[in-house]
């Protein structure tokens, strides 16, 4: 018995995967079970040929987020020209590109929202932006009963526009949370071997 089985999942539920590799097994035993999934893809997958992406991802998810980097060799590969057309590959009711400083673009049932930046926040390291940027996206999601309005692309904007633009402020993608002391100087080190230097 997989834990999904035994986790007695519903409607309600949502589980989110990190990139395609590997899922796919998982993927077809949570859609019989009416879950809602969410896709993050921020690099390039291993699939080849337009019918492999469409076979492995077409209509299993509910929300899918790319980067622009994803999205734009997506569009080189399959001849697209805009990035409405990504969503022939997914099917998804809520399709999120984002953009770095210069915003993100939303497919929502078709429609294709842009969303630019006002305030770009000085950017040290890129890392996790575009995690905290989702985190936002699925929390507001989660909280709309899984109902996409101009509301929660707007609200999921502004609140994963200020996340993330704290994240890039700092190096690492989790340095944003910890505090950090300088080292200066080490005189001597105890490094665990017996000999101290």
Do not use: W
């Amino acid at each position: 018995m997989s834990y999904f089985e035994e986790a007695e999942l519903s409607s309600n539920d949502l589980i989110v995967f990190d990139g395609v590799r590997g899922y796919e097994v998982l993927v077809k035993e949570l859609s019989f079970k009416r879950v809602k999934l969410a896709l993050d893809i921020g690099y390039r997958s291993k699939l080849g040929k337009l019918s492999d992406y469409k076979k492995t991802l077409f209509g299993k998810y509910n929300l899918v987020q790319l980067n622009q980097r994803v999205a734009d060799l997506l569009l080189r590969k399959f001849n697209f020209s805009d990035y409405s057309e990504l969503n022939d590959i997914f099917n998804c009711e809520f399709l999120v590109i984002t953009q770095g400083k210069s915003g993100a673009t939303y497919i929502v049932s078709g429609e294709k929202l842009e969303k630019k930046l006002e305030k770009v926040s000085l950017e040290v390291d890129p890392s996790g932006a575009g995690d905290a940027f989702y985190s936002v996206l699925i929390k507001n999601y989660i909280n709309s009963e899984y109902v996409v309005t101009d509301s929660l692309v707007n609200k999921s904007f502004e609140e994963g526009s200020l996340l993330s633009g704290n994240v890039v402020k700092n190096i690492g993608a989790l340095s944003h949370l910890l505090s950090f002391k300088m080292i200066h100087r080490i005189d001597k080190c105890n490094c665990g071997d017996g000999n101290e230097n």
